[in-house]
């Protein structure tokens, strides 16, 4: 069956360190989506993309860079990690109708200390 | 004003009760709405569509007032395992919104014996 998985699904790094959070899908989607899940905030869109060498910033995208060199996956890089990242992490990817659901992995606990 | 506004709970409610959530969306162009479940420490996972001339699943039934630029989602006969949070999700349509999704904070809603 057609997946997303996300990797590692707890992390605990120091500030300062550079983290990358891995997402994979087999839909064969090609739009795909970071977010990430605070209290208070709800979720908020950090990068995405429509497709292989495209990349878009959302709402809360400093900080945060990804790329994506193929269909299946988009990591997710924090440059230099802070406390204020802390958060619970989605990947989702979706069809490329525009007006399609999106599906989520199963997401990424991150603490920075 | 938030784009997408719901009553974040929480809702306590016996078995068996009917309860309703409500959500308004501030953008009138948006094209596609959706009611999401998330259940605590896991991902956000599609309960249903809301279309136009409301739709009904079981025992959820989805409204959508485009006029009033609102959404409802209606649960009868409440199980134990309705409990999670619900998110209302808006798609606000073409241009530099396609394909994304926008999320309220979630309603809380705990159904107890």
């Known amino acids: 069956d057609a997946e997303i998985t996300q990797s590692p699904r707890h992390k605990i790094t120091e500030t300062g360190r550079q983290v990358t959070l891995a997402c994979h899908q087999t839909w064969n989607h090609n739009n795909m989506f970071w977010y990430r899940q605070d209290l208070g905030h709800g979720l908020r869109l950090i990068h995405y993309?429509?497709?292989?060498?495209?990349?878009n910033k959302g709402e809360v995208s400093d900080g945060y860079s990804v790329s994506r060199s193929n269909t299946e996956d988009l990591p997710l890089t924090l440059e230099s990690a802070a406390s204020s990242q802390t958060s619970v992490y989605f990947c989702a990817s979706s069809e490329s109708t525009g007006q399609e659901t999106q599906y989520f992995g199963p997401g990424t606990r991150l603490l920075v200390l | 004003r938030k784009e997408v506004e719901q009553d974040p709970g929480p809702f306590n409610v016996p078995e068996g009760a009917t309860v309703a959530f409500n959500c308004t969306y501030s953008n009138s162009a948006s094209q596609s709405f959706f009611w999401y479940r998330q259940d605590c420490r896991k991902e956000p996972k599609l309960l249903m569509s809301?279309?136009?001339s409301g739709n009904e699943d079981g025992r959820f039934t989805a409204q959508l007032n485009r006029a009033s630029q609102y959404i409802s989602l209606l649960i009868r006969d409440s199980k134990l395992s309705d409990s999670a949070t619900y998110l209302c999700v808006v798609n606000f349509g073409g241009g530099t919104s396609y394909g994304k999704l926008t999320f309220g904070q979630g309603t809380i809603l705990t159904v107890h014996p």
């Open positions: 809301v279309y136009s």
């Open positions: 993309s429509y497709g292989v060498q495209d990349t």
